[in-house]
Structure formats: C-alpha cells, structure tokens
C-alpha cells in the first residue's frame, strides 16, 4: 500500500469468530523502491471494473501465486478480493476501502495452492467510482516439477 505524505495507518481486523485467530504484519519496505518501481513499471491502467460489478479470472493449478494491483483515478477505492477454489467456495476475503485510489493504489501478492483457483474482485462502490484492476500470475511452478 502507497503511503504518501506524512503518518499513514494500516488498519488490518479479524471479523472471523475467537476460534479463528490470525497473525498478520504489517512492514515498511525502506530497502527498495518497492511499490513506487511497480507503478512507474506498470502504466496500463488494467480492467475497468464499475461501481457494482463483479469480475473474475481463473488460474491454472501451475500458477503458485498472483499478484493483485489496485488504484482509481483519485476517487474513493472499496472492493472485495476473494479467492475462491471451486463454485463459490471461499478460501480468502480482503475487503478494502482507501480515500484515494490514485494516491494510495493496492497492490497484494496472493498465494494460490491447489487446482481451480479463481481470483473474483467486486468493486463494492457505487457505479460513479470505478476502479481499474491488474490481475497477473506472479510465481509460476515449472512444469518439469509435476
């Protein structure tokens, strides 16, 4: 997550119930130009998803993990990221909400394990905030290895 200007916070809950902890961090990637390099290496603005709607791209069982990069054009982001493996089975929800899209782009590294993986974004906003999304494979295993 871009942090512009000044103090940020990264607000990261649980809404599971007590039985389901999580550990997460949150880290400052001082060393490197991080997701500044990403964006000047990365111009196209993506998919166009409109307030309201929904949309999808399956991945094949050699694909370990996608990346995932959000951003508006200066107007509110809110979206869900699920990954979803099998017909509506959710694996892993993300909701996110940032004032400015353009300033404060997302950009996440997800995990994929297993076959029939299906990333689903739905831009939860409505239909006068669209958001623009990337949806790549990131580490993909060698096909020997099978």
Not at 32 to 41: D, I
Request: with cysteine; glycine share 8%.
């Amino acid at each position: 997550i871009a942090t512009p200007r000044g103090s940020n916070t990264v607000s990261i809950r649980n809404t599971a119930h007590l039985e389901f902890p999580l550990d997460a961090c949150v880290e400052a990637d001082n060393g490197s130009a991080g997701l500044g390099a990403f964006l000047e290496s990365n111009q196209k603005m993506g998919r166009t998803i409109q307030g309201g709607a929904v949309y999808t791209t399956p991945f094949d069982a050699m694909v370990e993990s996608v990346s995932i990069f959000m951003r508006t054009d200066g107007r509110p982001l809110n979206a869900r990221v699920e990954l979803l493996q099998g017909p509506n089975n959710n694996k892993q929800v993300m909701e996110l909400y940032t004032e400015d899209g353009l300033e404060r782009p997302f950009f996440s590294i997800v995990e994929t394990p297993g076959t029939g993986n299906v990333v689903r974004i739905v831009n939860t906003a409505t239909v006068e905030f669209p958001l623009y999304a990337t949806i790549e494979p990131y580490s993909v295993r060698d096909p020997s290895s099978w």
